[in-house]
C-alpha cells in the first residue's frame, strides 16, 4: 500500500530547447514533444510529466529557482554534440579567427550562468566568418568589445550595417573663434 501524497498540477508547454518549467525549474522532456501541451504532476519530491495522461518525464523535484534539470536522452541529436562541447573549446575557435573574436566569445560565455546555454550564439557569431570574411568580424568584435556588448545579435548587425568598414573619425582641429556672443561660467551662476 502507497501513503497519500499531495500532488499539484500545472498545464504546460515545452520549450524550444525542450524545457518545461514549473516552479521557475526547467525539467527537460523528450524533444519529439517540443511544442506540444503536457501536465505536470509535482508532489514534494517529484515532478513528472505526462502525455495524453502516459508518463514521459519524471525528475526529482529542485527549489532552484531558474536552473536546469536536464536528462541527455531528451535532448535531440544535435544537442547531444554539444554536451560534448565545452567553453574552452569555443573560445579556441574564435582565437583561431581573431583575438577580438575570442574574447567576445569568452565574455559571451562569462556573462551567462549556465554556459552551454549560449553555444548556439557562439557558434552563430563564429560562423559570420564564413559569411563575411575573418577581417571583418574581428572588426566587429573589436566594435562589439568597445561598446561592451556580449551578443552575437550586435556583432551581426554591425557587419549587417556596414559599421566595420566605416572608418573611425578623427576629432575636428577646428575651434571656435573668439566673439562677444560667447559667454563664459560666470554668466550660468
Request: charged letters at 20%; hydrophobic letters at 40%.
Given at each position: 500500500?502507497?501513503?497519500?501524497?499531495?500532488?499539484?498540477?500545472?498545464?504546460?508547454?515545452?520549450?524550444?530547447?525542450?524545457?518545461?518549467?514549473?516552479?521557475?525549474?526547467?525539467?527537460?522532456?523528450?524533444?519529439?514533444?517540443?511544442?506540444?501541451?503536457?501536465?505536470?504532476?509535482?508532489?514534494?519530491?517529484?515532478?513528472?510529466?505526462?502525455?495524453?495522461?502516459?508518463?514521459?518525464?519524471?525528475?526529482a523535484r529542485s527549489a532552484h529557482?531558474?536552473?536546469?534539470?536536464?536528462?541527455?536522452?531528451?535532448?535531440?541529436?544535435?544537442?547531444?554534440?554539444?554536451?560534448?562541447?565545452?567553453?574552452?573549446?569555443?573560445?579556441?575557435?574564435?582565437?583561431?579567427?581573431?583575438?577580438?573574436?575570442?574574447?567576445?566569445?569568452?565574455?559571451?560565455?562569462?556573462?551567462?550562468?549556465?554556459?552551454?546555454?549560449?553555444?548556439?550564439?557562439?557558434?552563430?557569431?563564429?560562423?559570420?566568418?564564413?559569411?563575411?570574411?575573418?577581417?571583418?568580424?574581428?572588426?566587429?568584435?573589436?566594435?562589439?568589445?568597445?561598446?561592451?556588448?556580449?551578443?552575437?545579435?550586435?556583432?551581426?548587425?554591425?557587419?549587417?550595417?556596414?559599421r566595420d568598414l566605416v572608418k573611425?573619425?578623427?576629432?575636428?582641429?577646428?575651434?571656435?573663434?573668439?566673439?562677444?556672443?560667447?559667454c563664459g561660467a560666470a554668466y550660468?551662476?
Amino acid at each position: 500500500m502507497q501513503a497519500w501524497e499531495l500532488a499539484q498540477f500545472k498545464t504546460v508547454k515545452a520549450h524550444i530547447d525542450s524545457p518545461v518549467q514549473f516552479d521557475e525549474h526547467y525539467y527537460s522532456v523528450p524533444h519529439p514533444l517540443i511544442g506540444q501541451q503536457m501536465e505536470v504532476r509535482a508532489t514534494q519530491r517529484w515532478v513528472e510529466v505526462l502525455h495524453r495522461g502516459q508518463r514521459v518525464a519524471s525528475h526529482a523535484r529542485s527549489a532552484h529557482k531558474g536552473k536546469f534539470a536536464t536528462v541527455s536522452e531528451h535532448l535531440p541529436e544535435g544537442y547531444r554534440a554539444h554536451l560534448q562541447w565545452n567553453p574552452e573549446r569555443l573560445i579556441h575557435w574564435g582565437q583561431d579567427i581573431s583575438v577580438a573574436t575570442g574574447s567576445l566569445v569568452r565574455r559571451m560565455l562569462e556573462a551567462r550562468q549556465h554556459p552551454e546555454h549560449d553555444y548556439q550564439a557562439c557558434l552563430a557569431l563564429l560562423s559570420l566568418a564564413k559569411r563575411y570574411s575573418r577581417p571583418r568580424l574581428e572588426a566587429a568584435c573589436l566594435i562589439a568589445q568597445e561598446l561592451g556588448t556580449t551578443k552575437a545579435s550586435h556583432a551581426r548587425e554591425i557587419l549587417a550595417n556596414g559599421r566595420d568598414l566605416v572608418k573611425p573619425s578623427t576629432p575636428s582641429a577646428w575651434v571656435s573663434p573668439a566673439h562677444a556672443n560667447v559667454c563664459g561660467a560666470a554668466y550660468y551662476r
